[in-house]
């Protein structure tokens, strides 16, 4: 596959299945109460004990305290933490201390002066995700998973010392266009997936992942 792809919010079994039979990198796990995505710690555990070796498990936080995560960590296998709330650099590099786990900073982006401060979080990161940043108006709006695109050409020629990923409003429809406009090198999905919010559908996973390896 020419881009790397992670599958996120990945709740239910046959999700699962399609995503690594169909060759997913990453799969997250989200952690965080108000996502209609979210899963126990037992779920977690369970699913993440289906992964094979070679595909990354990720579980996603939002501001997470320490003891959430060890409580966490006790009980499901990850391999990556993504913080996807208002971490600053300290808290990132802070939480790879506390779990020996390698850590992804999600960045809202709304304009280019947000991608400008993520300097900071890719001296403390090994990954960086680029997210629509969530709208100030929408009530129900989330961290992320919002199906919300930003403007994919802010990104292009840019550089970070570290991997990253673009998400926000992807499908399999408009893949293409977004890493030709943003030079991506990982893409990230959720709702793009999803046959209704918070359930993906496992043929949607398996389009998306062969119109990445299409590209």
């Keep these: 596959m020419g881009i790397k792809v992670k599958i996120c919010g990945v709740?239910?079994?046959?999700?699962?299945?399609?995503?690594?039979?169909?060759?997913?990198?990453?799969?997250?796990?989200?952690?965080?109460?108000?996502?209609?995505r979210a899963v126990s710690r037992e779920q977690a555990a369970e699913l993440a004990a289906a992964v094979p070796d070679g595909i990354e498990r990720v579980g996603l936080f939002v501001d997470p305290d320490d003891a959430t995560l060890e409580r966490v960590l006790e009980e499901a296998s990850l391999d990556m933490i993504q913080l996807h709330g208002r971490e600053s650099p300290e808290r990132v590099a802070g939480v790879r201390t506390l779990t020996g786990r390698k850590v992804?900073?999600?960045?809202?982006?709304?304009?280019?002066?947000?991608?400008?401060?993520?300097?900071?979080?890719a001296e403390a990161a090994d990954w960086l995700m680029f997210d629509a940043r969530p709208?100030?108006?929408?009530?129900?709006?989330?961290p992320g998973g919002n199906a919300m695109?930003?403007?994919?050409?802010?990104?292009?020629?840019?550089?970070?010392?570290v991997p990253w990923m673009l998400a926000g409003g992807l499908d399999a429809g408009n893949l293409a266009e977004a890493v030709r406009r943003s030079g991506a090198p990982a893409v990230d999905v959720s709702s793009g997936v999803e046959k209704a919010r918070g359930r993906k559908d496992p043929a949607l996973v398996r389009a998306f992942l062969a119109a990445a390896r299409a590209l």
């Design 135 to 142: 709208p100030r108006d929408r009530k129900d709006a989330l």
């Design 11 to 36: 709740n239910a079994p046959d999700a699962l299945t399609a995503a690594v039979e169909d060759g997913a990198d990453f799969v997250g796990f989200v952690f965080y109460p108000p996502s209609p």
């Design 149 to 161: 695109p930003f403007d994919w050409d802010l990104l292009r020629g840019r550089t970070w010392p």
């Design 104 to 121: 992804m900073k999600a960045i809202g982006v709304a304009s280019a002066a947000d991608l400008d401060a993520a300097a900071e979080h």
